[in-house]
T-cell receptor, first 112, second 112 residues
């Protein structure tokens, strides 16, 4: 029972263009969502988060959009840079539950 | 320290051997989590501590897995009688507010 799904295992984007990573969830109790970035042989690094009371959160080149009715969130990176090449994980948590539930990850490759 | 520290980084164990994985959380972080990440998958929750209290161990896959945090700081994840299916990266994370977790680099366990 995959409560958080990232349906694209990989994505390739040209440097300077926009990268859009998608995530779907099924549990309506989730009220906090996060994106993590992971380089090989390192642990996941927190990137950006959003509470369910918002539909958008922006931090520099990174913007997360939340569509609660569709149970969908997306991460936009613009402009994409070579250092953005990594695996990106979407994660969610429910109020009162401490654990994070992760998607399977999307490998983003930025081509020069 | 500046971040979450895990040791060892790599561990090779013979099937049936017991192993102990250590986590040093960010100083002052009340919450501590252990996750297991299989190859090509997202991290999966194992257990959660608030200070020294283990409040959720619902993700521990069997009674061979045991975690402790006796003084509310350093934590140890112990796996008894390791099996091949235990091979994975074990990630520790700590958090100030339980909603945004910061991860260590992980311990890659290989059972041969």
């Amino acid at each position: 029972d995959q409560q958080v799904k990232q349906n694209s295992p990989s994505l390739s984007v040209q440097e300077g263009r926009i990268s859009i990573l998608n995530c779907d969830y099924t549990n309506s109790m989730f009220d906090y969502f996060l994106w993590y970035k992971k380089y090989p042989a390192e642990g996941p690094t927190f990137l950006i988060s959003i509470s369910s009371i918002k539909d958008k959160n922006e931090d520099g080149r990174f913007t997360v959009f939340l569509n609660k009715s569709a149970k969908h969130l997306s991460l936009h990176i613009v402009p994409s840079q070579p250092g953005d090449s990594a695996v990106y994980f979407c994660a969610a948590s429910a109020q009162g539950a401490q654990k994070l539930v992760f998607g399977q990850g999307t490998r983003l490759t930025i081509n020069p | 320290g500046a971040g979450v520290s895990q040791s060892p980084r790599y561990k090779v164990a013979k099937r049936g051997q017991d192993v102990a994985l250590r986590c040093d959380p960010i100083s002052g972080h009340v919450s501590l989590f252990w996750y297991q990440q299989a190859l090509g998958q997202g991290p999966e929750f194992l257990t959660y501590f608030q200070n020294e209290a283990q409040l959720d161990k619902s993700g521990l896959p069997s009674d061979r897995f045991f975690a402790e945090r006796p003084e509310g700081s350093v934590s140890t994840l112990k796996i008894q009688r390791t099996q091949q299916e235990d091979s994975a990266v074990y990630l520790c994370a700590s958090s100030e507010d339980s909603r945004r977790a910061f991860f260590g680099q992980g311990t890659r366990l290989t059972v041969v």
